[in-house]
């Protein structure tokens, strides 16, 4: 069947299953590979994206559950890697393989969206929900703060 | 900061040019002149004139300097570099500088410092084309300065050069180096680089100066090149059950359910697995996990069961009569502890351990119909391995497979092995349906075919003589060889010796006169291979636990003790001083222990300090804070340096605290992130990161950090409590079960 729902400020229409998961979703049929897969799971956060601005895991997100809403992807965070968030992190040099870096990017601007000037301890609490293998965990803290000072 | 685009694509860039250069040659490119400067590595005498041989730099008319890198990425930074380093000696402007894949030609790009092949592993990109790059540099810039000469008839003595300049101080001319391509005539003959042509490290604008990796801005807004993100009109989707033990195959298929599942297209028997496609990565996966195999059970891996595993292991280690290789002997080797007033053992163990890197294996082939050409998608450590895997599993030459090299979501030595499994995979579906094929490993496969760290169980004697100085060190090891299984030809090369197993354990820096390493080889016929840290990772949580035990035992402060036997190694006491000065190591903290650990790490010297606490109920550790001082030589990119020790001390919590996987009857027990725990940012503590830049050769960063984390952790737990750890990963259960033996 076909469900229709915005993505990245673009309306799309998708023939699929309606318990098809976003995460393949965007990466096979809408070509926005930005998006990860990590573990299928809700694991490891590699696929965060956010949905009517809350950050969800596409893995974990149905296509019917996001009839009619508005998706945001990496790709659509900003035109041209302005948001702050991707400034800080290019600022810190936070990716290593980078990999798993769409989905911290679109954790870190969901908790700043939230809370601008987030404490260490709210960092690390919300930002838990997604691993990096390479470990860039310390730097994902500076970017943060650095994105809080600078937005 | 300037930021750079990679250019469009491996196999524009860096297609070879075959016009038959002589190795000594240049050609003039097509925008400007083209230097073949391959020069001086040591493949290249006996094999230049066979191989098609592609440049290292492109200058364009308009200044643009093009320059091949030879490392693949993951991360860890080689792909700029190296460029850097040769950008350094030819004296390029770094804005100008554009970077481009190297094509999959281990006679001109492979690694001078890693047998000549095109692999990045080990650390060794910067520590292994460091001097060659700098030469080709230099010879790049004298080639610049003769044109010049002889254009302003000025002898080239007399000219200088400036960031992409050429100065003539006397007269004051200027000339860019873009403006040179348009004149230049190319020598007969390449000049020979002396020492003295090479720039005086003081004077380096960019080694030492940290330049933003060149595909950073790619990985901040979703465009990152992985190869699990190619897709092209007709490509189809696959996956494989693989046997849960190597060396067997499917001995029935029952395929039903498979073919239920929407958007299945077929299935393809394999001689180690099933393969399955399908329209999609979801139905290919979903296809795969419907199949219903029975294996045929004939390898040596069924029934093996690791925890008993490692019984086995610890007993050969013990047991003296149990032959063993030796891998490194000093002195009188163990004979001389009979000698010693006294004599201390001990025994350590680590269990299996998988990569997890973020992006599950995966490949994309496409198989001429006739089987006569191939083209690869790969992310992999070594481009030239990968080629001759699909060119071997198809029966033809390396030169008919056509390679795009894509970026890693992560390596840690998983992408790495010789047969290169996840690429033949890919090969195989795609000549089976005709096609191409993208073929994709779910975590869940990931992890079950994983190629892990070894089990091992080392057995440790330490003798002191009368005086009390530690004079007699006997480590006996017993492990799979990992070298055998994951690089058969590397192992046959190095005369069998399991050097991916065993590095670590020699111990070149302490200054203990009589010393013996043996391994006991056993066959557990499970999967292993390199992870990060390699050999050191299990070795050095023996020699660092066992050392601190030592310590204890004389009554001597496990640091103090350390500093003593490195008195002779002023590079690896200067790292261990360093360490316990950031962590104000004779500071006492409530509830808190220290502790310290030292590694040599293939010259790479480096020390770790950690502070600990202990949750006595539950059993689990926590980690406050984590001082590592690092000596690598030369510091060609800092901040580059510290966000890879940053990373491998959190790779290091992981394999020290909760990483572990588990064999039942040869078959993997763990399957996702639920049941292989590896580190989230809440398990991270504060890492403290100072490099000590020496004027030596630079040695490797990517790894080298991990190692020191476990044993600095048991040896900070038994500060705190006077309970030792010996079984690593330090779960709470194992925890809880030390604090009450
Ligand atoms: S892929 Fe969705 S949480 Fe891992
Ligand atoms: S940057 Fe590699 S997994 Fe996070």
Redesign the interface.
């Known amino acids: 069947m076909s469900i229709a729902f915005r993505v990245n400020g673009r309306d799309v229409s998708v023939e699929s299953?309606p318990d098809?998961?976003l995460l393949?979703v965007l990466?096979?049929q809408l070509?926005?590979?930005?998006?990860?897969?990590?573990?299928?799971?809700g694991?490891?956060g590699?696929c965060m994206v956010h949905v009517d601005g809350d950050r969800a895991f596409s893995c974990q997100t149905s296509l019917h559950e996001v009839a009619g809403r508005s998706v945001t992807?990496?790709?659509g965070?900003?035109p041209d890697?302005s948001h702050p968030v991707?400034k800080a992190?290019?600022a810190e040099?936070?990716?290593?393989?980078?990999?798993?870096?769409?989905g911290q990017?679109m954790s870190a601007a969901d908790l700043l969206a939230k809370t601008p000037n987030p404490t260490r301890d709210q960092?690390?609490?919300h930002?838990?929900t997604?691993?990096?293998?390479?470990?860039?965990?310390?730097?994902?803290?500076r970017a943060i703060e650095r994105a809080a000072k600078e937005a | 900061m300037t930021?750079f685009a990679l250019g469009s694509g491996a196999a524009a860039d860096s297609a070879p040019d075959a016009s038959g250069l002589d190795r000594r040659m240049f050609m003039r490119g097509a925008g400007g002149l083209t230097f073949a400067v391959a020069i001086g590595l040591p493949a290249l005498a006996a094999e230049a004139r066979r191989v098609d041989l592609g440049p290292w730099v492109t200058l364009s008319t308009d200044g643009t300097i093009t320059i091949r890198g030879p490392a693949t990425e993951?991360?860890?930074g080689s792909r700029t570099s190296l460029p850097l380093i040769f950008a350094e000696e030819m004296d390029a402007d770094w804005s100008k500088v554009r970077i481009v894949r190297a094509a999959p030609i281990d006679a001109v790009y492979g690694n001078p410092g890693f047998g000549g092949v095109m692999y990045t592993a080990g650390s060794s990109a910067v520590t292994g084309y460091y001097k060659a790059l700098r030469q080709f540099g230099a010879q790049v810039r004298l080639v610049l300065l003769d044109n010049v000469a002889r254009r302003w008839n000025v002898p080239a003595s007399e000219l200088t050069t400036e960031a992409s300049t050429v100065v003539h101080a006397a007269s004051g001319r200027r000339i860019g180096y873009g403006e040179i391509a348009a004149f230049a005539e190319m020598p007969a003959k390449a000049p020979e680089v002396r020492d003295a042509d090479l720039k005086d490290p003081k004077t380096f604008r960019l080694i030492g100066k940290?330049v933003?990796?060149v595909?950073?801005?790619?990985?901040?807004?979703?465009?990152?090149d992985?190869a699990?993100?190619v897709?092209f009109p007709g490509l189809l989707h696959g996956a494989v059950l693989r046997t849960p033990v190597p060396g067997d195959g499917p001995a029935a298929i029952d395929d039903s359910a498979a073919k239920a599942v929407?958007g299945f297209i077929r299935t393809v028997p394999l001689p180690y697995g099933v393969g399955v496609l399908a329209d999609?990565?979801?139905a290919a996966l979903a296809a795969k996990d419907a199949l219903k195999v029975t294996w045929t059970r004939k390898a040596k891996g069924w029934g093996f069961d690791s925890e008993k595993g490692l019984e086995e292991f610890a007993a050969a280690a013990r047991d003296p009569a149990r032959p063993s290789k030796p891998w490194e002997t000093a002195g009188g080797g163990a004979a001389a502890l009979a000698a010693c007033a006294s004599v201390h053992e001990a025994e350590y163990r680590c269990d299996f351990a998988y990569h997890?890197?973020?992006?599950?294996l995966n490949a994309v082939a496409s198989v001429a119909a006739d089987g006569s050409a191939c083209e690869l998608w790969v992310g992999t450590q070594s481009q030239t391995m990968a080629v001759t895997a699909a060119a071997t599993t198809l029966g033809i030459g390396p030169d008919k497979v056509t390679f795009h090299e894509h970026?890693?979501?992560?390596?840690?030595g998983r992408r790495g092995p010789r047969d290169m499994e996840f690429v033949v995979d890919a090969v195989l579906l795609s000549q089976a349906v005709k096609q191409p094929v993208k073929m994709?490993w779910?975590?869940e496969d990931d992890i079950r075919n994983g190629r892990f760290h070894p089990l091992t169980a080392h057995h440790m004697k330490a003798g002191f003589d009368a005086a009390g100085q530690l004079v007699a060190w006997h480590h006996r090891k017993a492990a799979d060889v990992v070298t055998e299984f994951q690089d058969p030809v590397r192992y046959q090369k190095a005369g069998q010796k399991d050097f991916i197993g065993m590095l670590g354990a020699e111990l070149k820096t302490y200054g203990i006169p009589n010393r013996q390493v043996d391994q006991i080889t056993m066959d557990s016929g499970m999967r292993t291979q390199a992870l990060r840290g390699i050999g050191f990772g299990p070795n050095k949580w023996a020699v660092e636990v066992f050392i601190d035990e030592l310590a204890i035992l004389r009554g001597a402060d496990p640091l103090a003790f350390r500093l003593d036997l490195l008195k002779g190694s002023p590079r690896a006491h200067a790292v261990v001083d360093k360490a316990g000065r950031m962590a104000d190591w004779s500071r006492k903290r409530e509830g808190r222990g220290l502790g310290v650990a030292y590694i040599d790490y293939s010259g790479t010297q480096i020390a770790g300090v950690v502070e600990v606490s202990v949750d006595r109920a539950s059993g689990q550790i926590k980690l406050h804070d984590v001082w590592i001082a690092l000596d690598c030589g030369v510091t060609v990119q800092p901040?580059?340096i510290v966000?890879?020790t940053?990373?491998?001390?959190?790779?290091g919590i992981g394999l020290a605290l909760s990483e572990r996987i588990t064999m039942v009857d040869g078959e993997v027990q763990q399957s996702?992130?639920?049941d292989y725990l590896?580190?989230?940012?809440?398990d991270?503590p504060?890492?403290h990161v100072e490099l000590i830049a020496t004027p030596n050769h630079p040695t490797g960063v990517g790894q080298m950090a991990t190692p020191v984390i476990a044993p600095a952790i048991s040896n900070a737990v038994a500060a705190l409590t006077g309970k030792r750890l010996r079984h690593m990963p330090m779960t709470p259960d194992r925890v809880l079960e030390t604090m009450k033996a």
Request: aromatic share 8%; with cysteine.
């Open positions: 299953e098809a998961r393949w990466r096979e070509q926005l590979t930005g998006t990860r897969y990590g573990c299928g799971t694991l490891c590699a992807t990496i790709e965070l900003s890697s991707q992190w290019l040099s936070v990716p290593q393989c980078g990999y798993c870096q769409s990017i960092i690390v609490e930002m838990s997604n691993l990096c293998r390479c470990g860039t965990y310390p730097r994902i803290v | 930021i993951m991360g860890q940290d933003m990796r595909e950073l801005p790619t990985k901040v807004n979703g465009t990152a992985y699990i993100n897709a929407r999609s990565t979801v997890a890197q973020m992006e599950p970026l890693l979501g992560g390596g840690f994709v779910s975590r901040d580059n966000a890879q940053e990373g491998c001390v959190v790779y996702n992130f639920y590896i580190p989230r940012m809440r991270v504060a890492i």
